[in-house]
């Protein structure tokens, strides 16, 4: 054995022996098919470095993240194909790292790896990391990501922050995501990944450590492909701090809604007697939904308390989170003019659904062929010329653009994300009224029910295409998407491409051609 070779089995091996040891910011994630039973029934799946979550990856900002994703799938119906999108990142001057299939790469192909390589000079808080393949993240290859800020603004009101404080909560499915007939509906609620099904009670659950008279910032993750979760830990109050890495005025609730993709920082005070309590993350659409015999559970648990389930019952949500009254930390003001439509550039996203597919503006997004990226790097700049038809839009340079979702369509609530941004919500769902002083920045935002006009702005400083999808993979994959092709005449300059990315597509393309 070589000592290259010596050295990384050792790497491995210790990863092994600490499976929840963070790496980052420069690593390699080796994505490979493994069998894991995290609520008691085994399954294959698709895994970062053979762990669910994936292992968690930090930094701090200012960082230069060097992460080369290995391909060593085999098994062909969760596909052996792959890519990784970094779910909030800006990836300014790096749109070819951002990760969706075929908007700004080809998959990478099993047998080879690919080097994303990205910096993060302004950007701190909770993010995350997952396949952006198909429904490929849905069976497994998913984990969190936290950008530290040395300097943070509101560290004097949380006294740890550090791994284990990281809860992240997932959907888990026992039919490989592809072979889901009909809805889908999860099995079971993961949380820090683990959990029980309705027809096994006796699956571990996880536990997060607290000491008395401490405070923890905790950084709550949805890891969700499909629901949405009411979270609450029994006997405390949460201090939400952050909203998809954007840093918000302290506000003290008794529970949240978060839905899949979205991340809160909240700070926990450990100030009751010691003991255990239930944390619960009830989904609004899975087989079983409740908290008997501890599903959609984990365990707060104090230190000297004694090692059992606790014996909590939930108290009423007084102050259950509302969105509007989240507030940025700095810079509040929405961009534009303070009405409707003030702004160089809105439009309005008109969704349906026929039963099988998803359109927005009558077209369903159907992936192209060719990555929109490489279209515009090869001198095709108007939208209307861009695939998929009907599905990209010219988003012009330096201008404050205005888009308002409306509510209603089929498998609502549908949580939208706009990637390369952070977006002023305007106009949140539940509310009818709009906010230009301080409404709440974030990147995934759920676009309510029938009757809600979910508006969002933001700035147009980012050259690139911009995926804007429904984060319900499974609702992504029946079309629910749209590309924003934001100033493709500066899109080539701004962002230059690796060689290794150039490769990319003629391997895919090879690769197909040996299978068909």
């Keep these: 054995m070589s000592i290259s070779s010596l050295r990384r089995a050792l790497v491995f091996l210790g990863l092994c022996s600490i499976a929840s040891a963070a790496v980052g910011p420069v690593t390699e994630l080796d994505i490979v098919n493994k069998v894991i039973a995290p609520d008691g029934v085994a399954r294959d799946t698709v895994l970062a470095d053979g762990q669910f979550p994936g292992p968690l990856i930090v930094g701090n900002k200012g960082d230069n993240f060097r992460i080369n994703v290995v391909d060593k799938l085999v098994n062909e119906t969760m596909l052996t194909a792959t890519t990784i999108h970094w779910h909030g ?14 908007v700004t790469q080809c998959p990478i192909t099993t047998g080879n790896d690919f080097l994303y390589n990205f910096h993060v000079p302004d950007q701190a808080g909770t993010y995350w990391y997952h396949s952006h393949l198909a429904l490929q993240y849905c069976d497994g290859l ?32 026992h039919t490989a995501a592809p072979l889901i007939a009909g809805v889908a509906r999860s099995d079971s609620t993961l949380i820090n990944g683990l959990g029980r099904w309705s027809g096994n009670a006796t699956s571990e659950l996880a536990v997060i450590n607290v000491q008395h ?30 909203a998809d890495g954007e840093n918000t005025k302290p506000l003290q609730v008794d529970g949240l809604q978060i839905f899949a993709a979205q991340r809160y920082s909240f700070v926990l005070n450990a100030n009751q007697p010691i003991g255990n309590y239930w944390i619960r993350a009830n989904p609004n659409n899975a087989r ?9 559970s984990a365990i707060l648990r104090y230190k000297g308390a004694p090692i059992k389930e606790p014996n909590t019952t939930q108290s009423q949500i007084r102050n259950f989170l509302n969105e509007t009254n989240l507030h940025p930390l700095s810079s509040p003001r929405a961009p534009g003019l303070p009405f409707k439509g003030g702004v160089d550039y809105a439009l309005n996203l008109n969704l349906t659904f026929n039963g099988t597919e998803f359109f927005i503006n009558d077209a369903p997004f159907v992936p192209p062929s060719v990555p929109v990226l490489l279209q515009i790097l090869n001198g095709t700049l108007d939208a209307h010329d861009l695939l998929p038809p009907g599905s990209v839009y010219n988003l012009p340079p330096h201008s404050t653009i205005e888009l308002s979702i409306p509510g209603g369509v089929a498998g609502g609530p549908h949580p939208f994300h706009l990637h390369g941004h952070t977006f002023s919500v305007v106009r949140s769902a539940g509310s009818s009224h709009y906010n230009y002083i301080d409404p709440v920045r974030r990147d995934t935002v759920s676009i309510g029910l029938g009757g809600d006009n979910v508006t969002i702005r933001f700035v147009t400083d980012n050259p690139g295409p911009w995926f804007l999808h429904c984060h319900i993979d499974f609702h992504l994959q029946a079309g629910l998407a749209i590309v924003l092709a934001e100033d493709t005449r500066d899109t080539k300059l701004v962002n230059p491409v690796p060689e290794d990315w150039k490769k990319l597509c003629p391997t895919f393309e090879a690769s197909m051609n040996k299978t068909r």
């Excluded at 079983?288 to 959609?296: L, R, S, Y």
């Design 89 to 102: 990142m800006f990836q300014h001057t790096t749109n070819w790292a951002d990760g969706p299939a075929f």
């Design 213 to 242: 008279g401490k405070r923890y910032r905790f950084r709550l993750v949805s890891l969700s492909c499909d629901p949405n979760y009411n979270f609450t830990i029994d006997g405390h109050t949460m201090t939400v701090i952050e």
């Design 288 to 296: 079983a939904t409740g908290f008997d015999q501890g599903i959609n």
């Design 142 to 173: 998913r984990g969190p990501l936290v950008i530290y800020d040395p300097y943070d603004p509101q560290r004097h009101l949380y006294d740890i922050d550090d791994e284990s404080t990281v809860i992240t909560l997932s959907d888990w499915y």
